[in-house]
């Protein structure tokens, strides 16, 4: 069973940093994707960012572009979620989810990869969050 444990949220004031981290456990697929959402309160859950396993292929929302970066360690089964020059407007949960790719469906092809993580219906396997509040 996918079990994913997110890390590094907290308080940070504007224009500030963070590293999150999501760690897995219970998959020894060698291809997946890793894929970082979040929700402000209030709002739907957003897709940020995503990464395959495989070949490293990213993909950014465009509010994350620019912003954000996302990294991954295969070995320790983690992917890391640089966040920085957060505004107001990060306050929120920051979910990772599982995506299989078995078929390197994600890894080779990005307008594939882009939709599904860009959608959060449809996954099974997420972390229980870790809250970023960007506030002065």
């Known amino acids: 069973q996918v079990q994913l444990v997110e890390s590094g949220g907290g308080l940070v004031q504007p224009g500030g940093s963070l590293t999150l981290s999501c760690v897995g456990s219970?998959?020894?697929?060698?291809?997946?994707?890793i894929a970082w959402f979040r929700q402000a309160p209030e709002k739907e859950r957003e897709g940020v960012s995503c990464?395959?396993?495989?070949?490293?292929?990213?993909y950014y929302s465009e509010s994350a572009k620019g912003r954000f970066s996302i990294s991954r360690s295969p070995a320790k089964k983690t992917v890391y979620l640089y966040l920085r020059d957060l505004q107001p407007d990060g306050t929120a949960n920051y979910y990772c989810?599982?995506?299989?790719?078995?078929?390197?469906?994600?890894?080779?092809?990005?307008?594939?990869?882009?939709?599904?993580?860009?959608?959060?219906?449809?996954?099974?396997?997420w972390g229980k969050g870790t809250l970023v509040v960007v506030s002065a």
């Open positions: 219970g998959f020894t697929a060698d291809h997946y994707v």
């Open positions: 989810a599982f995506i299989a790719n078995s078929r390197l469906e994600y890894s080779t092809n990005y307008q594939r990869l882009a939709r599904r993580c860009s959608e959060a219906g449809g996954l099974d396997s």
């Open positions: 990464v395959a396993s495989s070949n490293g292929v990213v």
